[in-house]
């Protein structure tokens, strides 16, 4: 097992695969990252090579079918999640977060300028890049006829999920993040 996974703690006994609501938060902020960096599946594989994570993650094929054990996805896959995966998902994500962070800050920032402005998100091209293609990404893979999916058949719904996923990743980039994204997947999972 590489050593980086024991930088996150063991969750609560019991516990041994990765629970329902930590798959889709992990899946969702990887569609995040994606939708905010043009080679995002790439990325995924260069950082778990530069993590030493391959023997966790594989290749392509198999950070799909790990991805797919998100229940909202078009083709998920009923297997689990084990922690080990979830772990590496869990370090990754706040990698790429580190490396985004000028841009996750500087999109929250037009938002919320934006908002005290009572203008839409088309009066700045990067948030409304990101929205779009955060939107795409989301319809494209995501199953429609789940109840989960079709809540956020409205564009506003859909658009307060993406910025609070960059607020996440942001969460994500200070001291300590892989270990408080850890925490907070498993928050209200264990007994």
């Known amino acids: 097992m590489p050593v980086v996974l024991n930088t996150l703690p063991e969750p609560a006994r019991g516990i041994q695969d990765c629970p329902k ?46 991805r797919s054990t998100n229940p909202l996805r078009r083709n998920s896959q009923r297997q689990p999640m084990g922690l080990k995966e979830a772990k590496a998902l869990t370090l990754i994500t706040c990698h790429l977060a580190r490396r985004r962070t000028g841009t996750i800050r500087q999109l929250l920032l037009a938002h919320q300028q934006l908002q005290d402005k ?26 429609p006829k789940r109840a989960a999916v079709i809540a956020y058949r409205d564009p506003e719904k859909l658009h307060t999920l993406a910025l609070d996923l960059l607020n996440q990743l942001l969460f994500c980039t200070g001291t300590a993040g892989p270990q408080r994204l850890w925490a907070s997947l498993f928050d209200g999972e264990v007994s």
Do not use: P
Not at 32 to 56: C, R
């Open 21 to 66: 609501r930590a798959r889709q938060q992990l899946d969702l902020l990887l569609l995040a990252i994606e939708a905010l960096d043009l080679s995002g599946s790439e990325a995924l594989l260069q950082v778990a090579a530069d993590l030493n994570l391959q023997s966790v993650i594989g290749d392509r094929v198999n950070l799909w079918r790990l």
């Open 118 to 143: 009572q203008l839409s998100f088309d009066h700045n091209f990067g948030l409304a890049h990101y929205l779009g293609r955060f939107q795409a990404h989301f319809h494209s893979r995501m199953n």
